[in-house]
Protein backbone atom coordinates (compact mmCIF):
# COMPACT_ATOMS: atom_id res chain seq x y z
CA UNK A 1 0.00 0.00 0.00
CA UNK A 2 1.32 3.48 -0.97
CA UNK A 3 0.10 6.78 -1.14
CA UNK A 4 0.51 8.39 -4.50
CA UNK A 5 0.70 12.34 -4.85
CA UNK A 6 -0.18 13.34 -8.69
CA UNK A 7 0.24 16.45 -9.86
CA UNK A 8 -2.39 17.62 -13.12
CA UNK A 9 -1.03 19.81 -16.14
CA UNK A 10 -2.70 22.63 -17.67
CA UNK A 11 -2.04 25.56 -19.75
CA UNK A 12 -4.06 28.30 -21.11
CA UNK A 13 -6.90 27.51 -19.32
CA UNK A 14 -7.44 23.75 -20.21
CA UNK A 15 -6.06 20.43 -18.61
CA UNK A 16 -3.60 18.85 -20.67
CA UNK A 17 -4.41 15.34 -21.82
CA UNK A 18 -1.23 13.93 -19.25
CA UNK A 19 -3.22 14.89 -15.92
CA UNK A 20 -5.76 12.13 -17.08
CA UNK A 21 -3.24 9.75 -18.06
CA UNK A 22 -1.88 10.34 -14.12
CA UNK A 23 -4.99 9.68 -12.90
CA UNK A 24 -4.60 5.90 -14.13
CA UNK A 25 -1.30 5.64 -13.30
CA UNK A 26 -1.44 7.15 -10.14
CA UNK A 27 -4.70 4.59 -9.13
CA UNK A 28 -2.73 1.58 -10.25
CA UNK A 29 0.26 2.64 -8.30
CA UNK A 30 -1.57 3.62 -5.52
CA UNK A 31 -3.43 0.17 -5.33
CA UNK A 32 -5.46 0.04 -1.77
CA UNK A 33 -3.47 3.69 -1.12
CA UNK A 34 -4.63 6.71 -1.25
CA UNK A 35 -4.18 9.16 -4.32
CA UNK A 36 -3.64 12.63 -4.10
CA UNK A 37 -4.09 15.03 -6.87
CA UNK A 38 -2.67 18.23 -6.74
CA UNK A 39 -3.99 21.31 -9.07
CA UNK A 40 -1.65 24.23 -9.14
CA UNK A 41 -2.49 27.52 -10.76
CA UNK A 42 -5.45 28.33 -13.26
CA UNK A 43 -9.06 28.14 -13.01
CA UNK A 44 -8.74 25.62 -10.18
CA UNK A 45 -12.92 24.96 -9.04
CA UNK A 46 -13.54 24.20 -12.72
CA UNK A 47 -10.04 21.52 -13.14
CA UNK A 48 -11.13 20.08 -10.01
CA UNK A 49 -14.67 19.40 -11.17
CA UNK A 50 -13.26 17.64 -13.96
CA UNK A 51 -10.90 15.69 -12.25
CA UNK A 52 -13.26 14.25 -10.54
CA UNK A 53 -12.62 10.78 -11.61
CA UNK A 54 -12.47 6.94 -10.44
CA UNK A 55 -9.59 6.19 -8.55
CA UNK A 56 -8.86 9.43 -6.98
CA UNK A 57 -9.51 9.77 -3.29
CA UNK A 58 -8.42 13.66 -3.03
CA UNK A 59 -8.31 16.44 -5.23
CA UNK A 60 -6.26 19.51 -3.33
CA UNK A 61 -6.39 23.02 -5.20
CA UNK A 62 -3.56 25.13 -4.95
CA UNK A 63 -5.19 28.78 -6.67
CA UNK A 64 -1.71 30.44 -7.36
CA UNK A 65 -1.62 32.08 -10.63
CA UNK A 66 -2.81 31.55 -13.79
CA UNK A 67 -0.44 29.44 -15.78
CA UNK A 68 2.44 27.00 -14.87
CA UNK A 69 5.74 28.63 -12.42
CA UNK A 70 8.26 26.16 -11.69
CA UNK A 71 9.46 28.27 -8.67
CA UNK A 72 5.03 27.97 -7.77
CA UNK A 73 4.93 24.49 -8.69
CA UNK A 74 8.14 23.52 -6.55
CA UNK A 75 7.21 24.89 -3.52
CA UNK A 76 3.73 24.31 -4.12
CA UNK A 77 4.50 19.92 -4.00
CA UNK A 78 7.06 20.05 -1.83
CA UNK A 79 4.40 21.35 0.76
CA UNK A 80 1.83 19.17 0.05
CA UNK A 81 4.29 16.14 -0.03
CA UNK A 82 5.19 17.48 3.94
CA UNK A 83 1.53 17.57 4.53
CA UNK A 84 0.35 14.22 3.36
CA UNK A 85 3.66 12.02 3.62
CA UNK A 86 2.75 10.26 -0.23
CA UNK A 87 5.32 7.58 -0.86
CA UNK A 88 5.66 8.36 -4.19
CA UNK A 89 5.44 11.78 -6.09
CA UNK A 90 3.66 11.33 -10.19
CA UNK A 91 3.95 13.97 -13.04
CA UNK A 92 4.13 14.27 -16.34
CA UNK A 93 7.33 13.71 -18.70
CA UNK A 94 6.23 17.11 -20.55
CA UNK A 95 7.97 20.42 -21.69
CA UNK A 96 6.71 21.97 -18.04
CA UNK A 97 7.74 18.33 -15.99
CA UNK A 98 11.21 18.47 -17.15
CA UNK A 99 10.99 22.45 -16.28
CA UNK A 100 9.97 21.68 -12.39
CA UNK A 101 10.30 17.42 -11.69
CA UNK A 102 13.99 17.73 -11.29
CA UNK A 103 13.52 20.44 -8.34
CA UNK A 104 10.67 19.07 -7.20
CA UNK A 105 12.79 15.35 -6.38
CA UNK A 106 16.11 17.29 -5.57
CA UNK A 107 14.92 19.68 -3.12
CA UNK A 108 12.83 16.93 -1.57
CA UNK A 109 15.61 14.73 -1.31
CA UNK A 110 14.08 11.38 -3.12
CA UNK A 111 15.43 10.08 -6.11
CA UNK A 112 13.70 10.78 -9.15
CA UNK A 113 13.33 8.31 -12.47
CA UNK A 114 11.35 10.29 -15.69
CA UNK A 115 9.85 8.95 -18.64
CA UNK A 116 8.39 5.49 -16.91
CA UNK A 117 6.43 3.46 -19.56
CA UNK A 118 5.46 1.23 -16.98
CA UNK A 119 5.62 1.20 -13.03
CA UNK A 120 5.25 -2.47 -10.64
CA UNK A 121 4.71 -1.78 -7.11
CA UNK A 122 5.56 -4.84 -4.76
CA UNK A 123 6.77 -4.19 -1.60
CA UNK A 124 9.65 -1.89 -3.77
CA UNK A 125 8.97 0.59 -6.43
CA UNK A 126 10.00 -1.18 -10.03
CA UNK A 127 10.36 1.48 -13.41
CA UNK A 128 10.88 0.45 -17.00
CA UNK A 129 11.85 3.11 -19.25
CA UNK A 130 14.05 3.27 -23.27
CA UNK A 131 17.31 3.84 -23.65
CA UNK A 132 19.60 4.17 -26.28
CA UNK A 133 16.75 6.09 -28.13
CA UNK A 134 14.17 3.16 -27.72
CA UNK A 135 16.86 0.52 -29.00
CA UNK A 136 16.47 -0.65 -25.41
CA UNK A 137 14.39 -0.73 -22.82
CA UNK A 138 15.51 -1.01 -19.19
CA UNK A 139 14.07 -1.84 -15.66
CA UNK A 140 15.06 0.29 -12.80
CA UNK A 141 14.36 -0.71 -9.15
CA UNK A 142 14.33 2.28 -6.75
CA UNK A 143 16.29 1.84 -3.54
CA UNK A 144 14.66 3.86 -1.38
CA UNK A 145 11.40 4.56 0.53
CA UNK A 146 10.07 7.67 -1.34
CA UNK A 147 10.60 8.27 -4.78
CA UNK A 148 9.42 10.98 -7.74
CA UNK A 149 8.68 9.52 -11.19
CA UNK A 150 7.63 10.93 -14.63
CA UNK A 151 5.29 9.25 -16.83
CA UNK A 152 5.58 9.45 -20.49
CA UNK A 153 2.37 10.95 -22.45
CA UNK A 154 0.02 8.77 -23.96
CA UNK A 155 1.63 5.39 -21.95
CA UNK A 156 -1.31 5.05 -19.95
CA UNK A 157 -4.96 5.27 -21.09
CA UNK A 158 -6.77 8.47 -19.42
CA UNK A 159 -8.99 7.94 -16.96
CA UNK A 160 -12.75 9.21 -17.66
CA UNK A 161 -15.07 7.91 -15.34
CA UNK A 162 -16.27 10.00 -13.16
CA UNK A 163 -15.76 9.85 -9.07
CA UNK A 164 -16.27 11.20 -6.13
CA UNK A 165 -12.79 12.62 -4.42
CA UNK A 166 -13.25 15.34 -1.57
CA UNK A 167 -12.10 18.07 -2.98
CA UNK A 168 -9.87 20.41 -0.58
CA UNK A 169 -8.26 24.43 -1.36
CA UNK A 170 -4.74 24.01 0.24
CA UNK A 171 -3.65 26.36 3.01
CA UNK A 172 -0.58 27.17 1.11
CA UNK A 173 2.02 30.34 1.69
CA UNK A 174 4.31 31.02 -1.08
CA UNK A 175 7.40 32.53 -0.48
CA UNK A 176 7.80 35.41 -3.12
CA UNK A 177 10.95 35.98 -2.49
CA UNK A 178 11.89 32.57 -4.39
CA UNK A 179 10.10 33.11 -7.36
CA UNK A 180 12.71 34.02 -9.85
CA UNK A 181 10.95 33.60 -12.93
CA UNK A 182 8.33 35.41 -14.65
CA UNK A 183 6.19 33.61 -17.70
CA UNK A 184 5.40 36.85 -19.95
CA UNK A 185 3.81 35.73 -22.81
CA UNK A 186 3.05 32.59 -25.44
CA UNK A 187 3.72 32.38 -28.89
CA UNK A 188 2.63 30.13 -31.66
CA UNK A 189 5.27 29.28 -33.77
CA UNK A 190 4.91 31.35 -36.96
CA UNK A 191 2.59 29.76 -40.17
CA UNK A 192 4.50 29.66 -43.31
CA UNK A 193 2.84 29.18 -47.03
CA UNK A 194 2.32 25.00 -46.83
CA UNK A 195 -0.03 23.85 -44.30
CA UNK A 196 0.91 20.42 -43.79
CA UNK A 197 -2.03 19.48 -41.14
CA UNK A 198 -3.80 19.52 -44.39
CA UNK A 199 -2.18 17.34 -46.59
CA UNK A 200 -3.25 14.23 -47.51
CA UNK A 201 -0.40 12.29 -48.42
CA UNK A 202 2.86 13.09 -46.57
CA UNK A 203 6.47 12.06 -47.64
CA UNK A 204 8.23 12.95 -44.17
CA UNK A 205 11.58 12.79 -44.47
CA UNK A 206 14.61 12.38 -41.59
CA UNK A 207 17.96 12.20 -40.93
CA UNK A 208 18.40 9.02 -43.05
CA UNK A 209 18.93 11.65 -45.79
CA UNK A 210 21.92 12.32 -45.09
CA UNK A 211 23.14 16.03 -46.72
CA UNK A 212 20.43 18.86 -47.42
CA UNK A 213 21.32 17.87 -50.90
CA UNK A 214 19.50 14.59 -51.03
CA UNK A 215 16.20 16.49 -50.28
CA UNK A 216 15.47 16.66 -53.71
CA UNK A 217 15.15 13.19 -53.96
CA UNK A 218 12.35 13.34 -51.45
CA UNK A 219 11.13 16.27 -53.03
CA UNK A 220 10.59 14.53 -56.39
CA UNK A 221 8.87 10.94 -54.81
CA UNK A 222 6.20 13.91 -53.45
CA UNK A 223 5.93 15.72 -56.37
CA UNK A 224 5.49 12.20 -58.24
CA UNK A 225 2.84 11.47 -54.98
CA UNK A 226 0.95 14.61 -55.20
CA UNK A 227 1.94 14.81 -51.74
CA UNK A 228 3.38 17.31 -49.60
CA UNK A 229 6.56 17.27 -47.48
CA UNK A 230 7.11 16.91 -44.26
CA UNK A 231 10.15 16.25 -41.33
CA UNK A 232 11.44 15.09 -38.61
CA UNK A 233 13.08 17.35 -36.09
CA UNK A 234 16.62 17.27 -37.45
CA UNK A 235 16.13 18.44 -40.76
CA UNK A 236 14.57 21.57 -39.21
CA UNK A 237 17.26 22.30 -36.65
CA UNK A 238 19.30 21.89 -39.90
CA UNK A 239 17.85 24.54 -41.19
CA UNK A 240 17.15 22.75 -44.42
CA UNK A 241 13.36 22.62 -44.10
CA UNK A 242 11.16 25.14 -42.29
CA UNK A 243 9.60 24.93 -39.26
CA UNK A 244 6.19 24.80 -40.49
CA UNK A 245 7.36 21.51 -41.74
CA UNK A 246 8.16 19.41 -38.86
CA UNK A 247 5.84 16.90 -37.14
CA UNK A 248 6.15 15.71 -33.64
CA UNK A 249 5.55 16.83 -30.04
CA UNK A 250 6.83 20.12 -30.57
CA UNK A 251 6.09 20.53 -34.06
CA UNK A 252 2.89 19.58 -35.84
CA UNK A 253 0.45 17.01 -35.13
CA UNK A 254 -1.09 15.76 -38.68
CA UNK A 255 -3.54 12.99 -39.44
CA UNK A 256 -3.15 11.74 -43.41
CA UNK A 257 -4.85 9.33 -45.08
CA UNK A 258 -0.83 8.55 -45.92
CA UNK A 259 2.39 9.10 -43.68
CA UNK A 260 5.23 8.04 -45.44
CA UNK A 261 8.50 7.92 -43.05
CA UNK A 262 11.79 7.56 -44.97
CA UNK A 263 14.66 7.60 -42.82
CA UNK A 264 12.58 8.46 -39.65
CA UNK A 265 13.51 6.52 -36.62
CA UNK A 266 10.01 7.19 -34.88
CA UNK A 267 11.23 8.93 -31.13
CA UNK A 268 8.67 8.85 -29.61
CA UNK A 269 8.34 12.78 -29.53
CA UNK A 270 8.06 12.07 -33.31
CA UNK A 271 5.65 9.40 -33.20
CA UNK A 272 3.23 12.07 -30.85
CA UNK A 273 2.61 13.76 -34.16
CA UNK A 274 1.89 11.37 -36.22
CA UNK A 275 0.20 8.02 -34.99
CA UNK A 276 -3.14 9.50 -35.84
CA UNK A 277 -2.06 8.90 -39.49
CA UNK A 278 -4.36 6.81 -41.15
CA UNK A 279 -1.81 4.37 -42.86
CA UNK A 280 1.67 4.71 -41.38
CA UNK A 281 4.62 3.54 -44.49
CA UNK A 282 8.44 3.27 -43.34
CA UNK A 283 11.12 3.22 -45.24
CA UNK A 284 13.95 2.57 -42.69
CA UNK A 285 17.49 0.54 -42.94
CA UNK A 286 16.93 -0.65 -39.65
CA UNK A 287 14.71 -3.27 -39.02
CA UNK A 288 14.94 -2.94 -35.36
CA UNK A 289 13.61 0.85 -35.89
CA UNK A 290 10.70 2.15 -33.42
CA UNK A 291 8.82 3.20 -36.07
CA UNK A 292 8.15 -0.01 -37.76
CA UNK A 293 5.74 -1.10 -34.20
CA UNK A 294 3.57 1.05 -36.18
CA UNK A 295 4.01 1.47 -39.52
CA UNK A 296 1.24 -0.53 -41.32
CA UNK A 297 3.21 -1.16 -44.15
CA UNK A 298 7.15 -1.53 -43.85
CA UNK A 299 10.04 -1.77 -46.35
CA UNK A 300 13.64 -2.27 -44.44
CA UNK A 301 15.82 -0.92 -47.26
CA UNK A 302 18.24 1.81 -48.05
CA UNK A 303 16.13 5.00 -49.06
CA UNK A 304 18.24 6.35 -51.61
CA UNK A 305 18.31 2.47 -53.47
CA UNK A 306 13.69 2.23 -52.62
CA UNK A 307 12.92 5.96 -53.46
CA UNK A 308 14.60 6.19 -56.55
CA UNK A 309 12.44 2.95 -58.24
CA UNK A 310 9.52 4.26 -55.94
CA UNK A 311 9.65 7.57 -58.32
CA UNK A 312 10.02 5.86 -61.11
CA UNK A 313 7.22 3.90 -60.75
CA UNK A 314 5.18 6.68 -60.81
CA UNK A 315 6.63 8.66 -63.77
CA UNK B 1 31.70 36.51 -16.49
CA UNK B 2 31.67 32.82 -16.46
CA UNK B 3 29.28 30.13 -18.35
CA UNK B 4 29.93 26.48 -17.30
CA UNK B 5 28.97 24.38 -20.21
CA UNK B 6 28.00 20.48 -19.18
CA UNK B 7 29.26 18.25 -21.97
CA UNK B 8 28.84 14.53 -22.17
CA UNK B 9 30.81 11.82 -24.58
CA UNK B 10 27.26 9.51 -25.33
CA UNK B 11 27.02 6.37 -26.62
CA UNK B 12 25.30 5.10 -29.70
CA UNK B 13 24.09 1.93 -30.26
CA UNK B 14 24.96 0.39 -33.82
CA UNK B 15 22.22 -0.64 -36.05
CA UNK B 16 23.12 -4.76 -35.19
CA UNK B 17 24.01 -5.21 -31.41
CA UNK B 18 23.84 -7.27 -28.80
CA UNK B 19 23.41 -6.95 -24.85
CA UNK B 20 26.07 -7.99 -22.61
CA UNK B 21 24.41 -8.12 -18.97
CA UNK B 22 22.97 -4.89 -17.83
CA UNK B 23 25.35 -3.00 -21.24
CA UNK B 24 25.40 -2.92 -24.70
CA UNK B 25 28.48 -4.92 -25.51
CA UNK B 26 31.27 -2.73 -25.91
CA UNK B 27 32.22 -3.72 -29.86
CA UNK B 28 28.53 -2.19 -30.72
CA UNK B 29 28.72 1.26 -29.22
CA UNK B 30 29.92 4.90 -30.73
CA UNK B 31 30.93 7.22 -28.77
CA UNK B 32 29.96 11.04 -29.69
CA UNK B 33 29.75 14.33 -28.38
CA UNK B 34 25.80 14.02 -27.00
CA UNK B 35 23.46 16.35 -29.99
CA UNK B 36 22.08 18.82 -27.32
CA UNK B 37 25.21 19.63 -26.37
CA UNK B 38 26.81 20.82 -29.41
CA UNK B 39 23.99 23.38 -29.25
CA UNK B 40 24.71 24.28 -25.67
CA UNK B 41 28.44 24.52 -26.15
CA UNK B 42 27.77 26.67 -29.30
CA UNK B 43 25.43 29.27 -27.62
CA UNK B 44 28.19 29.44 -24.44
CA UNK B 45 30.78 30.41 -27.18
CA UNK B 46 28.40 32.91 -28.82
CA UNK B 47 27.67 34.35 -25.07
CA UNK B 48 31.74 35.14 -24.83
CA UNK B 49 31.69 36.57 -28.00
CA UNK B 50 29.12 38.74 -28.15
CA UNK B 51 29.79 39.66 -24.41
CA UNK B 52 33.54 41.20 -23.32
CA UNK B 53 35.53 39.16 -20.97
CA UNK B 54 33.55 35.90 -20.75
CA UNK B 55 35.11 32.56 -19.88
CA UNK B 56 33.68 29.39 -21.72
CA UNK B 57 34.36 26.11 -18.86
CA UNK B 58 33.01 22.61 -19.91
CA UNK B 59 32.36 19.94 -17.65
CA UNK B 60 32.28 16.46 -18.58
CA UNK B 61 31.53 13.46 -15.71
CA UNK B 62 32.99 10.48 -18.17
CA UNK B 63 36.86 8.41 -18.35
CA UNK B 64 39.54 9.28 -19.96
CA UNK B 65 38.12 7.95 -23.31
CA UNK B 66 36.31 11.45 -23.13
CA UNK B 67 39.19 13.54 -24.00
CA UNK B 68 38.72 13.24 -27.64
CA UNK B 69 35.01 14.77 -27.63
CA UNK B 70 35.86 17.27 -25.02
CA UNK B 71 38.91 18.29 -27.60
CA UNK B 72 36.21 19.02 -29.71
CA UNK B 73 34.19 21.27 -27.65
CA UNK B 74 38.26 23.08 -27.10
CA UNK B 75 38.12 23.15 -31.02
CA UNK B 76 34.97 25.32 -30.97
CA UNK B 77 35.76 27.70 -28.80
CA UNK B 78 35.63 26.68 -25.28
CA UNK B 79 38.32 28.17 -22.76
CA UNK B 80 39.63 24.55 -20.82
CA UNK B 81 37.88 21.31 -20.02
CA UNK B 82 37.23 19.71 -16.51
CA UNK B 83 36.45 16.01 -16.15
CA UNK B 84 35.20 14.47 -13.49
CA UNK B 85 36.42 10.78 -12.85
CA UNK B 86 37.27 8.64 -10.13
CA UNK B 87 37.64 4.87 -9.51
CA UNK B 88 34.57 4.70 -7.86
CA UNK B 89 32.63 5.40 -10.98
CA UNK B 90 34.02 2.57 -12.29
CA UNK B 91 31.66 0.21 -11.59
CA UNK B 92 28.36 1.94 -11.48
CA UNK B 93 25.67 0.90 -13.96
CA UNK B 94 23.54 3.39 -13.54
CA UNK B 95 24.44 6.92 -12.24
CA UNK B 96 21.68 8.55 -11.06
CA UNK B 97 20.43 12.36 -11.39
CA UNK B 98 21.22 12.59 -7.81
CA UNK B 99 24.68 11.58 -7.68
CA UNK B 100 25.44 13.40 -11.20
CA UNK B 101 23.70 16.25 -9.31
CA UNK B 102 26.04 16.01 -6.41
CA UNK B 103 29.13 15.88 -8.58
CA UNK B 104 28.56 19.04 -10.47
CA UNK B 105 27.53 20.95 -7.63
CA UNK B 106 31.21 20.42 -6.29
CA UNK B 107 32.04 21.73 -9.49
CA UNK B 108 29.90 24.73 -9.71
CA UNK B 109 31.46 25.66 -6.12
CA UNK B 110 34.93 25.56 -7.20
CA UNK B 111 34.30 27.45 -10.60
CA UNK B 112 31.56 29.81 -9.10
CA UNK B 113 29.96 30.19 -13.01
CA UNK B 114 27.27 33.39 -13.07
CA UNK B 115 25.68 30.60 -15.65
CA UNK B 116 25.58 27.11 -16.67
CA UNK B 117 24.64 25.40 -19.83
CA UNK B 118 23.12 22.08 -20.00
CA UNK B 119 21.63 20.20 -23.14
CA UNK B 120 17.94 19.35 -22.64
CA UNK B 121 18.58 15.41 -22.48
CA UNK B 122 21.51 13.05 -23.31
CA UNK B 123 20.73 10.77 -25.92
CA UNK B 124 21.58 7.75 -24.06
CA UNK B 125 19.61 7.33 -20.54
CA UNK B 126 17.70 10.64 -21.49
CA UNK B 127 16.71 11.22 -18.04
CA UNK B 128 16.40 15.01 -18.88
CA UNK B 129 16.79 15.99 -15.21
CA UNK B 130 20.25 17.03 -14.53
CA UNK B 131 20.18 20.54 -15.72
CA UNK B 132 16.80 21.59 -13.25
CA UNK B 133 18.48 19.41 -10.62
CA UNK B 134 21.78 21.09 -10.79
CA UNK B 135 19.85 24.21 -10.45
CA UNK B 136 18.21 23.37 -7.27
CA UNK B 137 20.82 22.42 -5.81
CA UNK B 138 23.30 25.23 -5.92
CA UNK B 139 20.10 27.57 -5.88
CA UNK B 140 20.01 28.78 -8.62
CA UNK B 141 17.36 30.07 -10.93
CA UNK B 142 16.74 27.67 -14.24
CA UNK B 143 14.86 27.22 -17.37
CA UNK B 144 14.52 24.03 -19.36
CA UNK B 145 14.08 23.15 -23.28
CA UNK B 146 15.63 26.91 -24.05
CA UNK B 147 15.16 27.65 -27.78
CA UNK B 148 15.66 31.29 -27.73
CA UNK B 149 18.22 33.17 -25.56
CA UNK B 150 18.50 36.86 -24.88
CA UNK B 151 21.31 37.85 -22.26
CA UNK B 152 20.49 40.49 -20.37
CA UNK B 153 24.29 39.73 -17.85
CA UNK B 154 23.92 43.72 -16.57
CA UNK B 155 20.13 43.69 -15.56
CA UNK B 156 20.91 40.38 -13.90
CA UNK B 157 18.02 38.58 -16.23
CA UNK B 158 18.11 36.01 -19.50
CA UNK B 159 15.00 36.30 -21.32
CA UNK B 160 14.16 32.91 -22.53
CA UNK B 161 11.93 31.19 -24.77
CA UNK B 162 10.70 27.86 -23.41
CA UNK B 163 9.76 25.43 -26.21
CA UNK B 164 6.72 23.60 -25.30
CA UNK B 165 4.39 20.88 -26.73
CA UNK B 166 2.62 21.77 -30.74
CA UNK B 167 4.57 25.00 -31.79
CA UNK B 168 3.61 27.33 -28.46
CA UNK B 169 6.78 28.91 -27.16
CA UNK B 170 6.82 30.32 -23.40
CA UNK B 171 8.38 33.85 -23.01
CA UNK B 172 10.35 33.42 -19.77
CA UNK B 173 12.22 36.24 -17.72
CA UNK B 174 14.71 34.69 -15.19
CA UNK B 175 17.01 35.77 -12.81
CA UNK B 176 20.74 35.33 -12.63
CA UNK B 177 22.47 33.21 -11.97
CA UNK B 178 20.53 30.59 -14.15
CA UNK B 179 20.87 27.17 -15.26
CA UNK B 180 19.58 27.24 -19.00
CA UNK B 181 18.71 23.58 -20.74
CA UNK B 182 19.27 24.31 -24.48
CA UNK B 183 17.20 22.91 -27.38
CA UNK B 184 18.29 21.75 -30.47
CA UNK B 185 17.93 23.78 -33.14
CA UNK B 186 18.94 27.03 -30.66
CA UNK B 187 21.81 28.07 -33.26
CA UNK B 188 23.73 26.55 -35.86
CA UNK B 189 26.67 24.73 -34.36
CA UNK B 190 29.85 25.37 -35.88
CA UNK B 191 32.64 23.57 -37.55
CA UNK B 192 35.73 23.20 -35.66
CA UNK B 193 37.84 25.66 -37.73
CA UNK B 194 41.73 24.21 -38.40
CA UNK B 195 43.30 27.15 -36.60
CA UNK B 196 40.34 26.08 -33.62
CA UNK B 197 41.94 22.55 -33.89
CA UNK B 198 45.23 23.00 -33.50
CA UNK B 199 44.79 25.72 -30.58
CA UNK B 200 42.70 22.89 -28.78
CA UNK B 201 45.19 20.83 -28.43
CA UNK B 202 47.02 23.40 -25.95
CA UNK B 203 43.87 23.90 -23.63
CA UNK B 204 43.65 22.55 -20.71
CA UNK B 205 41.40 19.38 -19.58
CA UNK B 206 41.51 19.32 -15.99
CA UNK B 207 40.67 15.99 -14.37
CA UNK B 208 39.05 15.74 -11.13
CA UNK B 209 38.70 12.69 -8.69
CA UNK B 210 36.13 12.83 -6.25
CA UNK B 211 38.70 13.62 -3.16
CA UNK B 212 39.84 16.37 -5.77
CA UNK B 213 36.47 17.60 -5.02
CA UNK B 214 35.85 17.37 -1.30
CA UNK B 215 33.63 14.07 -1.38
CA UNK B 216 33.81 10.58 -0.72
CA UNK B 217 32.32 7.29 -2.48
CA UNK B 218 28.95 8.05 -0.86
CA UNK B 219 28.79 11.11 -3.70
CA UNK B 220 27.81 8.52 -6.11
CA UNK B 221 26.29 6.00 -4.87
CA UNK B 222 22.92 5.84 -6.81
CA UNK B 223 19.74 5.32 -5.35
CA UNK B 224 18.57 3.79 -8.41
CA UNK B 225 19.60 0.10 -9.61
CA UNK B 226 19.33 -1.10 -12.68
CA UNK B 227 18.00 -4.45 -12.66
CA UNK B 228 17.58 -5.53 -16.22
CA UNK B 229 18.49 -4.50 -19.95
CA UNK B 230 16.39 -6.24 -23.21
CA UNK B 231 15.53 -5.28 -26.28
CA UNK B 232 12.10 -4.14 -26.85
CA UNK B 233 9.73 -6.64 -28.27
CA UNK B 234 8.83 -5.33 -31.50
CA UNK B 235 4.79 -4.73 -31.46
CA UNK B 236 4.96 -4.08 -35.04
CA UNK B 237 1.95 -5.83 -37.26
CA UNK B 238 2.80 -3.54 -40.41
CA UNK B 239 2.84 -5.96 -43.92
CA UNK B 240 6.56 -5.78 -44.90
CA UNK B 241 7.38 -5.78 -48.35
CA UNK B 242 10.34 -8.01 -49.54
CA UNK B 243 12.77 -8.23 -52.46
CA UNK B 244 15.10 -6.45 -54.09
CA UNK B 245 14.18 -2.53 -53.93
CA UNK B 246 12.44 -2.49 -57.42
CA UNK B 247 10.30 -5.77 -55.80
CA UNK B 248 9.53 -3.26 -52.65
CA UNK B 249 9.13 -0.24 -54.33
CA UNK B 250 6.57 -1.76 -56.93
CA UNK B 251 4.65 -3.44 -54.22
CA UNK B 252 3.98 -0.29 -52.06
CA UNK B 253 3.08 1.46 -55.49
CA UNK B 254 0.39 -0.85 -55.66
CA UNK B 255 -0.85 -0.22 -52.30
CA UNK B 256 -0.65 3.47 -52.85
CA UNK B 257 -2.16 3.26 -56.26
CA UNK B 258 -5.02 1.24 -54.83
CA UNK B 259 -5.88 4.06 -52.64
CA UNK B 260 -5.85 6.89 -55.00
CA UNK B 261 -2.22 7.87 -54.44
CA UNK B 262 -0.67 9.28 -56.80
CA UNK B 263 -3.32 7.98 -59.56
CA UNK B 264 -3.48 10.10 -62.07
C1 LIG C 1 11.70 18.16 -25.85
C2 LIG C 1 11.91 17.47 -27.18
C3 LIG C 1 11.05 17.72 -28.23
C4 LIG C 1 11.23 17.07 -29.47
N1 LIG C 1 10.35 17.33 -30.47
C5 LIG C 1 10.45 16.65 -31.65
C6 LIG C 1 9.50 16.83 -32.70
O1 LIG C 1 8.56 17.62 -32.60
N2 LIG C 1 9.66 16.12 -33.85
C7 LIG C 1 10.69 15.23 -34.03
O2 LIG C 1 10.76 14.60 -35.11
N3 LIG C 1 11.62 15.06 -33.05
C8 LIG C 1 11.53 15.75 -31.88
N4 LIG C 1 12.49 15.57 -30.91
C9 LIG C 1 13.73 14.82 -31.25
C10 LIG C 1 13.60 13.32 -31.18
O3 LIG C 1 13.91 12.89 -29.88
C11 LIG C 1 14.59 12.64 -32.17
O4 LIG C 1 15.89 13.08 -31.89
C12 LIG C 1 14.26 12.91 -33.63
O5 LIG C 1 12.89 12.67 -33.90
C13 LIG C 1 15.10 12.00 -34.52
O6 LIG C 1 14.86 12.31 -35.86
P1 LIG C 1 15.13 11.22 -37.00
O7 LIG C 1 14.25 10.05 -36.82
O8 LIG C 1 15.04 11.94 -38.31
O9 LIG C 1 16.66 10.88 -36.79
P2 LIG C 1 17.35 9.57 -36.20
O10 LIG C 1 16.74 9.17 -34.92
O11 LIG C 1 18.80 9.81 -36.27
O12 LIG C 1 16.93 8.43 -37.25
C14 LIG C 1 17.40 8.35 -38.55
C15 LIG C 1 16.86 7.04 -39.12
O13 LIG C 1 17.25 6.92 -40.48
C16 LIG C 1 17.60 5.58 -40.75
N5 LIG C 1 18.49 5.61 -41.91
C17 LIG C 1 19.77 6.03 -41.98
N6 LIG C 1 20.23 5.93 -43.24
C18 LIG C 1 19.22 5.43 -43.99
C19 LIG C 1 19.09 5.10 -45.36
N7 LIG C 1 20.09 5.27 -46.23
N8 LIG C 1 17.91 4.60 -45.79
C20 LIG C 1 16.87 4.41 -44.93
N9 LIG C 1 16.94 4.72 -43.61
C21 LIG C 1 18.11 5.23 -43.16
C22 LIG C 1 18.26 5.09 -39.49
O14 LIG C 1 18.18 3.68 -39.40
C23 LIG C 1 17.43 5.79 -38.42
O15 LIG C 1 16.35 4.97 -37.99
C24 LIG C 1 12.32 16.19 -29.66
C25 LIG C 1 13.19 15.94 -28.59
C26 LIG C 1 12.99 16.56 -27.36
C27 LIG C 1 13.92 16.25 -26.23
Redesign the interface.
Known amino acids: MSDVLAVAEH?RGELRDVSFELVTAGAELAGDGNLHLAIIGGDVDAFAEELSLDGVDTIHTVAEGDEFN??VY?QAVAALYEELAPTYVLMG????G??????V???LDI?????AIGLENDGGL?VT????????????????DNAAVTIRSAEWEPTEAAGEPAIEAFDFELDESRV??????????GGGDVDITDA??LVSVGRGIEEEENLELVQNLAD????TLSSS??I??N?WLP?DRQVG?????VTP??YIAVGISGAVQHV?GMKGAE?I??IN??P?API???????????LF??VP??I???E | MKVLVTVKEV???E?D?E?DG?H?AEQFLEYDLNEWDEYAVEEAVQIAEENDDVEVVSVTIGPERADETIRMALAKGVDRAIRVWDDALEDVD?L???AK?RLLSAVVEEEDPDIVLTG?QA???????????L???IDF?????VNALDLDADGGVANV???????????????LPAVL?IQ??IN?PRYASLRGIRQAQSKEIKPLSLSDLGLDASAVE???????????Q???D????EGE??D???E??T??RD?G??AQ
Not at chain 1, 132 to 141: G, I, L, M
Not at chain 2, 165 to 174: C, R, W
Not at chain 2, 238 to 241: D, G, L, P, Q
Open positions: RHDVNTVNLDYAPAAESPLVTDVREMYASKVESTVEVDARSRVTGFEEVDVALGARPVDGKQSGKVKFANVATDDFDIADYGIVGDDVELEQF | AEVEFLLVLDVGTVNDDSFGATGVSASAEWAAVRRELEGGVEELTEVDSTGESQLVLTDMYEPTESAVYFAAQAALAVLAVG
